[in-house]
């Protein structure tokens, strides 16, 4: 018998899931670390400092944003991205409650 997603897991394993999902790709990484060095940053910016092309970057924010980890505003004809500090800690709160759990029943092989 199979279940759908949304039955077999929890609410909680499922967002820890998409959000490790959107954190599986180095270009991603590299971007949230682009942002936390900066207050904010246009696309543009971004695109210069990744060895990808602007439509691929744009790709990776989309993906970002898409799940609420970075904001983005309209700027006359530019956006400007920055981190979601909410989502940040959410997700580390998350990662840390995960890993914790695993840690303490690390001692069997």
Not at 59 to 82: M, P, R, S, T, W
């Amino acid at each position: 018998m199979t279940y759908s997603k949304a039955t077999a897991f929890t609410a909680e394993e499922q967002q820890l899931a998409t959000l490790a999902k959107a954190l599986s790709h180095p270009a991603r990484i590299a971007i949230i670390k682009l942002l936390a060095q900066q207050k904010t940053c246009i696309s543009g910016d971004i695109a210069q400092d990744l060895p990808l092309s602007r439509t691929t970057v744009s790709q990776h924010l989309q993906e970002l944003k898409a799940i609420g980890l970075i904001k983005g505003e309209i700027d006359g004809l530019k956006v400007c991205y920055c981190l979601n500090p909410e989502m940040m800690k959410q997700g580390k709160t998350q990662f840390d409650a995960l890993f914790t759990l695993a840690l303490k029943s690390c001692d069997c092989c």
